[in-house]
C-alpha cells in the first residue's frame, strides 16, 4: 500500500547549524504534502503546504527563512530547519495523499529533532 | 477559521469495556470531513474513521463508531471491547473539502487497563 517516508527518524544537532529533513512518497506521487509539527505531549500543528514546482504555503505565525521547504519531485518533499535554536526541538510529521487516486492521507513516521 | 477541542486529556477504560472520547469543533464551512486518528507510542499517526459531514449516518469500522451531531458540531468516538492494542493517544480532526490540510484537536490519551 502507499507509504511516506521520513528521514531521518531522529536527528541531533548543535544549535546554530541546519537540519533538513525529507518526506517520500514510495509508491505515489504527491502534488501536495504537509508539514507538522508535535510538541511534546501536544497535538499537530500545521506549518506549511509543500507544492511541487511552486512555493510553500506558511501558516500564519510560521517563519518562512527559518523554515525552508522545497518540493522538487513528485515524490519528495524536504524541510530544512536553519539556524536551529533548543526551541525548535520537536517533532516533525509530513503527510501526503496519492494525487491520482481517491485514496486517504498518509503520514510519515515523523522525525524528532533535537537541538542541543 | 476551524478550530477543534477534545476536552479530555486522559481517558482510561478496563479490557473488553466501552470508551467514548469527545470532540467539538466550530467551523461556518456547511461540507467538510472530520476524522479521528490514533497515535500510539511509535508516533505513527492512523486513521481510525473518517465521517462525512453531508452524511447523516454514523460512520462505523468495526469496534470503533462515531456519533455525529451536525447541529451541535459535536463527533466523538465510542470504542467497544477495548482492546489493550487500543491504547495510544487519539486526535480529532477536521478537514476541508477538495484539501487535505487537517486541523487537529489537542488529543485524548487512552490507556486501556488488563
Known amino acids: 500500500g502507499a507509504v511516506v517516508s521520513q528521514h531521518p527518524s531522529r536527528v541531533i544537532c548543535k544549535s546554530g547549524t541546519s537540519v533538513k529533513i525529507e518526506c517520500r512518497s514510495l509508491?505515489?506521487?504527491?502534488?501536495?504534502m504537509f508539514w507538522y509539527r508535535q510538541f511534546p505531549k501536544k497535538s499537530l500543528m500545521l506549518m506549511a503546504t509543500?507544492?511541487?514546482?511552486?512555493?510553500?504555503?506558511?501558516e500564519q505565525g510560521v517563519e518562512k527563512d527559518k523554515f525552508l521547504i522545497n518540493h522538487a519531485s513528485l515524490t519528495l518533499s524536504t524541510l530544512t530547519v536553519t539556524s536551529a535554536h533548543p526551541e525548535d526541538s520537536s517533532f516533525y510529521i509530513c503527510?501526503?495523499?496519492?494525487?491520482?487516486?481517491?485514496?486517504?492521507?498518509?503520514f510519515g513516521n515523523g522525525t524528532r529533532l533535537t537541538v542541543t | 477559521a476551524q478550530t477543534v477541542t477534545q476536552s479530555q486529556p486522559e481517558m482510561s477504560v478496563q479490557e473488553a469495556e466501552t470508551v467514548t472520547l469527545s470532540c467539538t469543533y466550530d467551523?461556518?464551512?456547511?461540507?467538510?470531513?472530520l476524522f479521528w486518528y490514533k497515535q500510539p507510542p511509535s508516533r505513527q499517526m492512523i486513521l481510525v474513521i473518517r465521517?462525512?459531514?453531508?452524511?447523516?449516518q454514523n460512520a462505523t469500522e468495526n469496534r470503533f463508531s462515531v456519533n455525529f451531531q451536525k447541529a451541535a458540531k459535536s463527533f466523538s468516538l465510542k470504542i467497544s471491547d477495548s482492546q489493550l492494542g487500543d491504547t495510544a493517544m487519539y486526535f480529532c480532526?477536521?478537514?476541508?473539502?477538495?484539501?487535505?490540510?487537517?486541523?487537529f484537536g489537542t488529543g485524548t490519551r487512552l490507556q486501556v487497563f488488563p
Open positions: 509543500s507544492n511541487e514546482g511552486s512555493k510553500a504555503t506558511y
Open positions: 465521517q462525512e459531514a453531508y452524511k447523516q
Open positions: 480532526a477536521f478537514g476541508l473539502l477538495n484539501t487535505d490540510k487537517l486541523i
Open positions: 509508491d505515489f506521487q504527491a502534488t501536495t
Open positions: 467551523t461556518s464551512e456547511n461540507n467538510y470531513y
Open positions: 503527510s501526503a495523499r496519492d494525487s491520482g487516486h481517491n485514496s486517504p492521507l498518509h
